[in-house]
T-cell receptor, first 112, second 113 residues
């Protein structure tokens, strides 16, 4: 079982819809990242959070440390939001606490 | 340009050939990471440098793979005797410290024929 699970794997939405992508993890973490990857491979870091909630423009990320769960929300979705969204965690201790463990990503397609 | 850069962006090679990729991190970042991403999967950790020291290598990194960061600045990743299974996107990231976010480069897409 992957340490980081994302759902859904694929998501198609109409422009303007509110979108939620979920991430669950099984290890103790010091930080969780939400990343955006466009076709062609480049990865952009959207958020890094260890508690609570962060907001940037139309994007909101929340994390519940006790439940080992995070969500990424996109309000008023737009076709340019179409990308793969990846959740990644950094373990809180032990070997590998400096490296990220990634989910498989959620492919979002926003249709005009 | 203040971001992480990687060169080349694309590489097509024949099985058995050696390839070398380069990553230039953000200048003040002392930590550098290499990841590999195959189609439909999330990235997987390969190796990590703090300054010029390679502190960890994943079991994914076979003997055919070697990475260096000789002066604590740019890094190279070499794959010897490439195999078709090496075809992937190779991503480099850097950070200024353990608690800081990682900034990713555009990746090098390797295709082994």
């Amino acid at each position: 079982k992957n340490e980081v699970e994302q759902s859904p794997q694929n998501l198609t939405a109409q422009e303007g819809e509110f979108i939620t992508i979920n991430c669950s993890y099984s290890v103790g973490i010091s930080a969780l990242h939400w990343l955006q990857q466009h076709p062609g491979g480049g990865i952009v870091s959207l958020f890094m959070l260890s508690s609570g909630k962060k907001k940037h423009g139309r994007l909101i990320a929340t994390i519940n440390i006790q439940e080992k769960h995070s969500s990424l929300h996109i309000t008023a979705s737009h076709p340019r939001d179409s990308a793969v969204y990846i959740c990644a965690v950094r373990p809180s201790s032990g070997a590998g606490s400096y490296q990220l463990t990634f989910g498989k990503g959620t492919k979002l397609s926003v249709i005009p | 340009d203040t971001g992480v850069s990687q060169d080349p962006r694309h590489k097509i090679t024949k099985r058995g050939q050696n390839v070398t990729f380069r990553c230039d991190p953000i200048s003040e970042h002392n930590r550098l990471y290499w990841y590999r991403q195959t189609l439909g999967q999330g990235p997987e950790f390969l190796t990590y440098f703090q300054n010029e020291a390679q502190l960890e290598k994943s079991r994914l990194l076979s003997d055919r793979f070697s990475a260096e960061r000789p002066k604590g600045s740019f890094s190279t990743l070499e794959i010897q005797r490439t195999e078709q299974g090496d075809s992937a996107m190779y991503l480099c990231a850097s950070s200024v410290g353990k608690g800081a976010g990682q900034f990713f480069g555009p990746g090098t897409r390797l295709t082994v024929l």
